[in-house]
């Protein structure tokens, strides 16, 4: 009897109101007031008109992270192969994890420590603030930079000043300051000095002026020679 009552329920229920019928049915279960069986052909029931109610192909909300753009996607990886995190840190995280953290070092880097706010550093790496709060909370999870928050009031906060603390980390910075360009990216110019190979071109050129004076040379000895070997014949 009460199990026919949630069937008529769960048959005309909207379908905001399909949780409410299901708990209603577990109730009834546990209070013994319906039978396994019957508890399980409702239960398929209600999931059936859940499933009905929500058409395949409908649009979804846009919710979450930020659609991929080709430029966000080409800042991500840019930053991400810049070199500014050691491998063995780098392999703990994501290409867009990666990526923020890479911005974050080359601002303290440049300043000693990063006060730029989540929206600065999620559109200069190309991520989503979601994705910023979670390489920032892993990476102080792991031991590898210090968030120091700056409260105002209750209603206001400064951006938060992030301090890189982990020794590898900071030691292949100072490294990569050395060879690294400011902004991310590993290609350093190597350029040719025109002025050595011009010196040693000219150097190979001095012997031919003199190679006539030296023919010279050889010629009058060789007059000297012919001249002795005739006298003594």
Known sequence: ???????????????????????????????????????????????????????????????????????????????????????????????????????????IVRRGDCRMCIDHIAAVAGVSRSTVKNALRQARTLGLLTIEERAQTAWRNLSNVVRIVSQEWTAWMRLARRTLPQGGGVKSVTRTNTQELELRGKQRLQPSKKLPERQGRLQASGSRKAAQVAKLG
């Open 1 to 107: 009897m009460f199990a026919e009552e949630i069937r008529r329920a769960a048959e005309v229920a909207p379908r905001v109101k399909l949780p409410e019928v299901a708990a209603l049915l577990w109730r009834a279960f546990g209070a013994g007031q319906v039978t396994e069986a019957e508890a399980e052909a409702l239960s398929n029931l209600i999931e059936v008109r859940k499933a009905a109610a929500t058409p395949l192909g409908a649009p979804r909300r846009a919710v979450g992270s930020r659609p991929r753009s080709d430029a966000s996607m080409a800042r991500r990886r840019r930053w991400a192969a810049s070199g500014r995190l050691p491998p063995a840190i780098a392999t703990r995280f994501t290409l867009a994890e990666t990526a923020v953290l890479a911005v974050v070092a080359c601002e």
